[in-house]
């Protein structure tokens, strides 16, 4: 069994910062890519930013420039900084992961339940 667990989202006012954390746990035996994406209301699931196993990043246009990801593979954990936040970064942000774990043969995806991040002043 493979758990993503996330904290650290909230409310914070425009042009503020928020950092998220996503620690994976369980039956993991590599873990190739970690991520976020986000939910808004009425829209699609779209990724906000992920991270390789070799730290390659990809971002999406919406956020360059002002959020960051980063991971601590010995901690299994994946973090993203969030920076000159604006009103239309709210939305409800999913940790990702593409993972080998050793009960299945491959490569699966795992998420995570979910942390609201709501920025308004």
């Known amino acids: 069994q493979v758990q993503l667990v996330e904290s650290g989202g909230g409310l914070v006012q425009p042009g503020g910062s928020l950092r998220l954390s996503c620690a994976a746990s369980?039956?993991?035996?590599?873990?190739?890519?970690m991520g976020w994406y986000r939910q808004a209301p009425g829209k699609q699931r779209d990724l906000v930013a992920a991270i390789t196993s070799g730290s390659t990043t990809n971002y999406a246009d919406s956020v360059k420039g002002r959020f960051t990801v980063s991971r601590d593979n010995a901690k299994n954990t994946v973090y993203l900084q969030m920076n000159s936040l604006k009103p239309e970064d709210t939305a409800v942000y999913y940790c990702?992961?593409?993972?080998?774990?050793?009960?299945?043969?491959?490569?699966?995806?795992?998420w995570g339940q979910g942390t609201q991040v709501t920025v308004s002043s």
């Open positions: 369980g039956t993991i035996f590599s873990i190739y890519t």
């Open positions: 990702y992961s593409r993972l080998r774990s050793y009960i299945s043969p491959g490569a699966s995806d795992y």
